[in-house]
């Protein structure tokens, strides 16, 4: 994408997020030398390192982060609620949950450092996608256990911008909201912000009797297209802004681990406070810059529970060029799904977000769309819930084109059904595109 010339890249501290790569170095590795002496002050961390070999002292160099245990998932869930804690109970000032699609919540606690430093991120995170005191921000992710609500919002107050804590859902109050209070940034999932958009257009609001310039959206993996789309409803591009993706997980604090920058060509990662490795994620082993594989993180600025390697599940590479917005923090690719996404159908691997980047090639078909995998025979059939956008009709050949273009692109067979406009359902939070039949 190319900028306009009057827009100038916005840092939040210009001095941090330019570090040469050697500074970046050195502060990383005497912050992770304390955060593995902190984790080691945990019984579990400690017997981790010990059946290893490893002590804390043991890492000299970057590199030798390597030689010590990922921790996963299941670590946090078998020590629940806050085995893994590296603090007393009465350091802590907040617990966020992250709720699992099965049984018991991983619980995530916060010193009131571990708070200020988020808060900072954020505004950090923010500052990069062009947000200034002078925006209001019109916070539309849920309040509450989930990181997004509050993550966003400390963020901007941080930064000094004026929020409007609306959480999710409302599109009416939402709409009103943002007309009468001269919204100029939303905050929320995207597809949330194609749902706002599409209410919008239905509504007759055009983008100019908005002041809405610029939407940060997370929490989901979304493709290019869909940022396309999202733009060209709310007209961002002729304010001067423009949709951009936003990465966090509660594990490392929530919302603001990276973020794209205004340049929009891949997500800046905070290495200074998470230091990234991509592995392959059947061997464990490190994959190298541009490889696309399963990231791994470790916090090493956390006080209440500093992971190490943790094993994020989200798939995605580290972009070796450097940005052209000045930053040095590595970049990683957008997600292209969780390693928990990916479908297995009939022996190929298929993320939903290849189906997405086919469906949405095509102008004609709305941004709803349901993902149906039906494993009650032995061979499992993959078939598309598609529908046109508003005012459109689909050519005769439509679905029978679709099913060749998706055929090609997947490397499987898959069925298209069309359904009528507005017949899919719409998410006020994060999307579920994927239907199982078991
Ligand atoms: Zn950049």
Redesign the pocket.
């Known amino acids: 994408m190319t900028l306009p010339k009057k827009v100038e890249?916005r840092y939040f501290d210009r001095e941090v997020e330019t570090l040469s790569v050697e500074e970046l170095h050195v502060l990383q590795l005497e912050r992770l030398q304390s955060a593995l002496a902190r984790a080691d002050q945990n019984e579990c961390y400690h017997r981790k390192f010990q059946e290893q070999g490893l002590s804390p002292t043991d890492l000299r160099y970057l590199e030798d982060l390597q030689r010590f245990p990922f921790t996963t998932k299941e670590d946090i869930l078998t020590n629940y609620p806050t085995g893994l804690m590296a603090c007393a109970p009465v350091d802590v000032v907040r617990y966020h949950m992250s709720s699992g699609t099965t049984g018991k919540p991983k619980v995530i606690p916060y010193t009131p450092q571990d708070i200020k430093t988020w808060a900072q991120l954020m505004a950090r995170t923010l500052a990069?996608v062009g947000i200034t005191a002078e925006d209001v921000v019109q916070n539309c992710y849920g309040y509450g256990l989930f990181t997004g609500g509050l993550g966003f919002h400390y963020g901007a107050e941080a930064l000094g911008a004026t929020v409007i804590p609306s959480g999710a859902g409302s599109t009416e109050r939402q709409i009103q909201t943002m007309l009468d209070m001269g919204t100029t940034v939303i905050t929320c999932t995207p597809s949330y912000a194609i749902h706002l958009g599409e209410t919008l257009q239905a509504r007759g609001i055009q983008p100019q009797d908005l002041r809405v310039r610029i939407g940060h959206h997370g929490a989901e993996p979304w493709t290019e297209q869909i940022r396309q789309r999202i733009e060209a409803l709310w007209g961002f591009a002729g304010k001067g802004g423009g949709a951009y993706d936003i990465y966090g997980l509660s594990e490392m604090c929530g919302p603001g681990v990276a973020t794209e920058?205004?340049?929009q060509?891949g997500l800046?990662l905070w290495a200074d406070h998470f230091i990234p490795e991509i592995i392959e994620p059947q061997s464990g082993e490190p994959l190298r810059p541009g490889e696309r594989g399963e990231l791994v993180l470790t916090s090493i600025t956390r006080e209440a529970m500093p992971l190490i390697r943790y094993r994020t599940g989200d798939i995605t590479s580290i972009l070796p060029e450097p940005?052209?917005?000045?930053?040095t923090h590595p970049?990683m690719e957008r997600i292209a799904g969780r390693a928990d996404d990916m479908l297995i159908i009939r022996g190929v691997n298929v993320f939903p977000s290849q189906i997405e980047h086919v469906l949405m090639e095509r102008a004609e078909l709305a941004s709803a769309y349901l993902i149906v995998v039906d494993r009650r025979q032995a061979m499992v059939e993959l078939s598309v819930q598609v529908e046109p956008q508003v005012g459109t009709t689909l050519s005769e050949d439509f679905q029978a084109h679709l099913e060749r273009v998706l055929q090609t692109k997947l490397g499987l067979r898959c069925t298209a059904e069309i359904k009528q406009a507005g017949e899919l359902p719409r998410f006020e939070g994060k999307a579920k595109r994927v239907q199982m039949i078991e």
Do not use: M, S, T
Request: glycine share 8%.
């Open positions: 890249y990069a920058c205004q340049a060509e800046h940005c052209p917005c000045g930053r970049r």
